[in-house]
């Protein structure tokens, strides 16, 4: 076998270099509508560089599962039936309510469809269409809605939804489009206007991400215009961009920042915009579903991630990422990373095969030896853990999304559909893969004395996170060689833009205020609506406004009360004022040196935006905070310490 996969790497480096092999993908093909877009050049772009340290890599990987006698499990990936994977997307998405037996309540998700783009529309209602059709074919029994049906009760909903209490940065601007013509697609719109911001404000050339308007909107603005053809040269040479995230007044969402229920909204809307984005830019988008295999329940390596945490999580509670992994990097790290050829060069295969059953054997109960442990074995033990998950770190429904950015026509585009998987990976993955770029990072901040540059990282890398063996089909295994160069080149995205990617989207935390409002109004109506007692309603409403006099007589127009229940000044009036920052407000707080606060830091305590138009949000101490008092005025502020 390793001779085999020799010969085929050797074919395929000679094919390269004389330019005979082409990517997974067909290139050639022109995106829907003759849209003509410059390509990103993610081929090119590699091409030119030295693919050596992959085709190494690589050979290295087959030669360590060739001295493997043990049987791998492959994992097997279900053939979807017809309609199979637009049922799956619309349950991911939370929409699962547009069809089958729960269909006639498609009432709940009016509010939900109300806050989605045109482009984010066009995606639902392209994957309801398949639902419908398929199950129209397997003539089910219960009512089956039409399309066109859920989304005109959507449409009819408008101007009943919105009303001047909404923030104006949140308030949809339907009644006015609907005034204007009468097509589905301007009905759709979010609060941001996103669809009547002028071509202009987004210059292809600029190297800022914008997060105010839909990834989506951004692609088919660019696509229905001649801005374009101005975007050539993009990714011409092989230096990445220097993209960076312009300021957000109302501070920078990161992953982490949100209450758990405010994430799960946030995973619907990024699972949307991501297949809109992929549409618009004639990608296809399918996740793919493994078949559930058995797996071991116990040991280090090839145990699932989640496995893994919990027994970890048993001598360490709170832990969020694999102790075998963190010790791994530890290791590694102890000696120096100025090593020549760290993670490039192999440790010795008998000597990791030995090590890594060491291992399974000692390292919970303490007794393992790391003296005995080199450096290059400690790397080659820590891409041989990535390797052996019986599940991808980027997880069998996504691995070929992430596969398949490099077909998206601009590497803006690839950094944003980026952004969006990340957002969709579950918790240990995500936090994993974080704790792994972070690590990479590291390597080659010392890249002048072990020559390990961000592209020799990423060659040597992807071969780990892309060719996963579970898979166990040769027609895959051999895509995957031909698309080295692809998969390479997202891996240097994710290491290169690693800071971003944890970001969300601002019009997604927009989305999701706007969810959360019109959900508080849908409340009210239905409590309004039910029979309740006048005299316990007038009861709560006298109760309420004696609970909130003293408050609000003591805070004048242009002041919040800030609450710090842990420290010694337990609240404050804080004047608002244009340069005020939510880190001025911790640092006001932490001045006061009395009780515990003297023992508390400033990186220790935050301050938290909660209620109103979201559930709660850990503030950045940038946060201008007349901006965001504006955009939530109904927010009550807290400083605390941040869940670990």
């Not at 045109?118 to 089910?140: D, H, I, S």
């Not at 204007?180 to 941001?192: M, R, V």
């Amino acid at each position: 076998m390793v001779t085999v996969v020799t010969k085929l790497v050797h074919y395929l480096h000679l094919s390269r270099r004389s330019g005979q092999y082409t990517m997974n993908h067909d290139h050639s093909k022109k995106t829907p509508d003759g849209a003509s877009f410059d390509r990103s050049g993610s081929q090119d772009s590699l091409d030119e560089l030295s693919m050596d340290d992959y085709w190494k890599e690589l050979e290295n990987i087959h030669e360590t599962r060739g001295n493997n006698h043990e049987e791998q499990v492959a994992l097997v990936v279900k053939e979807p039936d017809e309609g199979e994977l637009e049922e799956e997307w619309l349950k991911e998405a939370g929409l699962s309510n547009l069809f089958g037996e729960s269909s006639g309540d498609s009432l709940e998700s009016v509010v939900f469809l109300s806050t989605l783009t045109r482009t984010q529309k066009a995606a639902v209602e392209k994957r309801v269409e398949t639902v419908t059709q398929t199950m129209r074919k397997r003539n089910k029994q219960h009512q089956i809605p039409d399309v066109r049906d859920i989304f005109r009760l959507q449409n009819d909903s408008k101007g009943k939804v919105c009303d001047g209490s909404e923030p104006s940065t949140v308030r949809t601007s339907e009644n006015k489009n609907e005034t204007q013509d009468g097509t589905t697609g301007s009905k759709f719109s979010l609060g941001t206007d996103e669809q009547k911001r002028p071509l202009e404000d987004m210059q292809c050339s600029d190297t800022d991400i914008n997060l105010e308007i839909s990834f989506a909107e951004q692609a088919a603005n660019l696509k229905d215009t001649s801005v374009g053809k101005m975007c050539k040269g993009e990714g011409g040479d092989t230096l990445l961009p220097n993209f960076r995230l312009p300021k957000d007044k109302t501070g920078t969402t990161k992953i982490g920042d949100l209450a758990p229920q405010d994430m799960k909204k946030v995973y619907s809307l990024a699972l949307i915009e991501l297949t809109a984005l992929y549409d618009v830019c004639g990608t296809e988008f399918k996740q793919q579903k493994a078949v559930k295999i058995k797996t071991k329940d116990s040991g280090l390596f090839g145990v699932p991630l989640s496995v893994l945490l919990e027994q970890d999580q048993k001598k360490v509670p709170g832990t969020k990422i694999p102790l075998i992994f963190q010790k791994l990097i530890a290791q590694i790290e102890e000696a120096t990373l100025e090593t020549e050829g760290l993670l490039r060069i192999p440790g010795v295969a008998t000597r990791v095969k030995s090590l890594c059953q060491e291992l399974e054997a000692k390292f919970y109960e303490g007794t393992f030896n790391w003296e005995n442990v080199k450096q290059h074995d400690a790397a080659s033990l820590l891409k041989l853990f990535i390797r052996e998950l019986p599940q991808p770190l980027l997880t069998v429904e996504y691995l070929k999304a992430f596969q398949d950015v490099q077909s998206l026509p601009t590497r803006k585009q690839q950094l944003q559909a980026l952004n969006l998987l990340v957002l969709l990976l579950p918790e240990a993955n995500r936090d994993t893969l974080k704790v792994l770029l972070e690590f990479l990072q590291r390597v080659i901040d010392h890249r002048d004395k072990n020559k390990m540059t961000l592209k020799n990282v990423a060659m040597v890398m992807a071969p780990n996170l892309f060719t996963f063996h579970g898979f166990g089909s040769k027609t895959i295994e051999q895509k995957e060689f031909v698309m080295a160069a692809g998969t390479a080149n997202v891996m240097r995205f994710m290491i290169q833009y690693q800071k971003l990617l944890w970001t969300i989207p601002k019009f997604i935390i927009n989305q999701v205020r706007k969810q959360n409002t019109e959900s508080q109004k849908k409340e009210k109506k239905d409590k309004a609506m039910k029979k309740l007692l006048k005299k316990m309603a007038y009861d709560r409403e006298k109760h309420e406004k004696q609970e909130k006099t003293p408050n609000d007589a003591d805070v004048p127009q242009g002041v919040i009360r800030v609450q710090a229940p842990h420290l010694s000044k337990v609240s404050m009036a804080i004047q608002l004022t244009e340069e005020l920052k939510a880190g001025d407000i911790v640092a006001r707080f932490l001045s006061q040196k009395s009780g515990n606060v003297q023992t508390l830091k400033k990186e220790e305590v935050f301050l938290y935006e909660i209620g109103g138009n979201i559930g709660e949000r850990c503030l950045d101490d940038d946060t201008y905070m007349k901006d965001l008092y504006q955009l939530n005025p109904n927010a009550e502020w807290v400083i605390k310490s941040k869940q670990s």
